[in-house]
């Protein structure tokens, strides 16, 4: 096992989230600083024609792929990446005991990223994330829109920023994956597609070190912390949703960068170390409550009603008026989609509990966790709604969205009211996110190397 403890007591205190532009120039230095070290590949361009770029460091017998901004409102990833690359160049040593080429993409979304900086640099805040907003349509996503033939799916429309990281994978078998996400409440969820139990003391090793608790997250979990991640083979779940009969299916547009991975190497490994933006310190108390998990999620699943019929009611009036194709109106349409036509979900599929779940006795991390969740990402949907109409406004649109958009805002304000009076709304330092995540991919990347068989070097792009 590499020794990789000086790696992570050496990552920055980070203030903010580092920019694309930033990313972009840092890239070029660390080139010129060490072109004996450091390859920069152009993988391509995206939709709207800005580079993505790619960093090729080492020449180990394993390849690894990491890209950020997997979502493009996720923007740790490329503080890590940053931060990672950096030390690879560094410590030749550590490079070479890893035996792995890296594959480094900083922001795999750069248009989407840039949609988002006003929070990128503060402040860090649930109001202001909010009023920032913009999230990919998962119909136009990186990871999310690759080539896929299998019973009734034959998908084969990959958006740029899918073929960019596609001209990675087609051509060098990947041992090890790992995609950037965040989350916006908890601690840490590590997504696994299958039980990996010799890597799980080191995942739970670099929580502890950088003070960030396993997320008690309801669902399938392998063990404290370590995650089933259904949403890491969609196009899988798909068809098997097909086979049982139902036809009422989320459309999608490709299969996920995990199942494509495989399709060259069946033996890749990925992990998600899906941390979070904001937590509330009583999710490290696990003192049982008198109330039930059942309580819990009902009350979650009311305030997902809720703002679900507000803003189906709100898009229904603006609708006439919503004239110009912008990001944030594509966006909506995506989200409202599923309200109005609810479809099965495949992408990112909802869990259900049975009995023995709801009746058991909830914890304060699990109430906290449950219900906060909700009333946190209730804000994120009006934010759409706010730029959209925005957007809408500044190309001359109708006055009615500009009553619809206060309307909106003065919900938005008493959401945002209600969070800060019934929680302790408190961002993670991201130089704990960034080592914490930092060192479980390596112990995960460590841990691919046990699942490849024959492996091959020397890949050129």
């Known amino acids: 096992m590499t020794d990789f403890s000086n790696i992570l007591e050496n990552v920055p205190n980070f203030r903010r989230y580092i920019t694309v532009d930033e990313l972009h120039q840092r890239n070029a230095d660390?080139?010129?600083?060490?072109?004996?070290?450091?390859?920069?590949?152009?993988?391509?361009?995206?939709?709207?024609?800005?580079?993505?770029?790619?960093l090729k460091i080492g020449d180990g017998k394993y390849n690894a792929l990491i890209h950020g901004f997997p979502n493009c409102e996720e923007p740790f990833?490329?503080?890590?990446?940053?931060?990672?690359?950096?030390?690879?160049?560094?410590?030749?040593?550590?490079?070479?005991?890893?035996?792995?080429?890296?594959?480094?993409?900083?922001c795999s979304d750069p248009d989407g990223a840039r949609l988002n900086e006003g929070f990128h640099t503060g402040p860090h805040t649930p109001i202001n994330f909010t009023l920032n907003y913009y999230r990919t349509p998962n119909a136009l996503t990186?990871?999310?829109?690759?080539?896929?033939?299998?019973?009734?799916?034959?998908?084969?429309?990959?958006?740029?920023?899918?073929?960019?990281?596609?001209?990675?994978?087609d051509r060098v078998p990947m041992s090890f994956i790992s995609s950037l996400h965040m989350m916006k409440w908890g601690g840490i969820t590590y997504e696994v597609p299958e039980p990996c139990e010799p890597i799980y003391p080191g995942l739970w090793s670099v929580a502890k070190q950088f003070n960030v608790f396993p997320?008690?997250?309801?669902?399938?979990?392998?063990?404290?912390?370590?995650?089933?991640?259904?949403?890491?083979?969609?196009?899988?779940?798909?068809?098997q949703q097909w086979n049982a009969g139902n036809r009422n299916i989320e459309p999608i547009k490709g299969c996920y960068i995990y199942e494509y991975a495989q399709m060259v190497n069946p033996n890749a490994f990925m992990m998600i170390p899906e941390c979070c933006i904001w937590y509330d310190p009583r999710m490290w108390d696990d003192t049982p409550l008198d109330a039930t998990l059942g309580e819990s999620i009902l009350y979650a699943k009311e305030r997902e009603d809720e703002v679900n019929?507000?803003?189906?009611?709100?898009?229904?009036?603006?609708?006439?008026?919503?004239?110009?194709?912008?990001?944030?109106?594509?966006?909506?349409?995506?989200?409202?989609?599923?309200?109005?036509?609810?479809?099965?979900?495949?992408?990112?599929?909802?869990?259900?509990?049975?009995?023995?779940?709801?009746?058991?006795?909830?914890?304060?991390?699990?109430?906290?966790?449950?219900?906060?969740?909700?009333?946190?990402?209730?804000?994120f949907y009006l934010g759409g709604l706010i730029r959209t109409f925005e957007a809408e406004l500044e190309a001359g649109g109708s006055e009615k969205l500009d009553g619809l958009c206060v309307e909106v805002m003065g919900k938005l304000q008493e959401y945002d009211n209600y969070l800060h009076d019934n929680y302790t709304v408190t961002a993670h330092p991201i130089r704990n996110l960034v080592g914490m995540s930092l060192g479980s991919i390596l112990y995960s990347a460590e841990y691919a190397k046990s699942k490849q068989k024959a492996v091959v070097k020397g890949y050129q792009l």
């Open 30 to 54: 660390l080139v010129n600083e060490h072109p004996d070290k450091v390859e920069l590949i152009d993988l391509g361009r995206s939709t709207n024609g800005e580079v993505i770029d790619c």
């Open 142 to 169: 990186a990871e999310s829109c690759f080539p896929y033939r299998f019973g009734p799916l034959d998908l084969n429309e990959p958006v740029p920023e899918t073929k960019a990281l596609m001209r990675i994978l």
């Open 215 to 239: 997320r008690k997250r309801l669902g399938t979990t392998y063990a404290p912390g370590i995650q089933y991640a259904a949403y890491l083979s969609p196009a899988r779940g798909w068809v």
């Open 309 to 379: 019929n507000y803003m189906l009611r709100i898009w229904n009036e603006a609708l006439p008026y919503l004239k110009t194709g912008s990001p944030f109106k594509v966006m909506m349409d995506e989200w409202m989609e599923p309200i109005i036509n609810k479809y099965t979900n495949v992408t990112n599929p909802p869990f259900s509990f049975n009995k023995r779940v709801q009746e058991k006795q909830a914890t304060m991390a699990e109430k906290i966790g449950v219900e906060g969740r909700d009333d946190l990402y209730r804000m």
């Open 77 to 106: 990833g490329g503080n890590l990446l940053d931060y990672f690359a950096e030390a690879l160049v560094l410590d030749d040593d550590f490079r070479e005991s890893m035996d792995y080429t890296w594959y480094l993409v900083k």
